[in-house]
């Protein structure tokens, strides 16, 4: 049996994110990069960042956006009429 397939080599490894922090760890990769980590991420930081991707929040708030009148109407046609109803 190989020694080297059951026992993979670690090496020194620098582990560099996005903004700026460098952990620095053993792995079987060499160096890399990543985009998020425990300093940066919205969870451990407690801020949220909205990512609107092209726009779609925006498309999406004048697809759906209700005007005043509308609201008014839907409030007319909700409301029973109860001189109607009470003949």
């Not at 409301?79 to 003949?87: I, S």
């Amino acid at each position: 049996m190989k020694a080297s397939a059951n026992h993979p080599e670690y090496t020194s490894t620098k582990i560099t994110c996005s903004c700026g922090v460098i952990y620095d760890t053993f792995s079987t990769k060499d160096d890399f990069q990543i985009e998020v980590c425990s300093a940066c991420h919205p969870f451990y930081t407690g801020k949220q960042k909205i990512v609107d991707a092209a726009g779609r929040v925006e498309r999406f708030n004048r697809k759906y956006k209700r005007t005043a009148a509308a609201d008014d109407a839907a409030e007319a046609t909700d409301a029973p009429a109860t001189d109607a109803a009470a003949e």
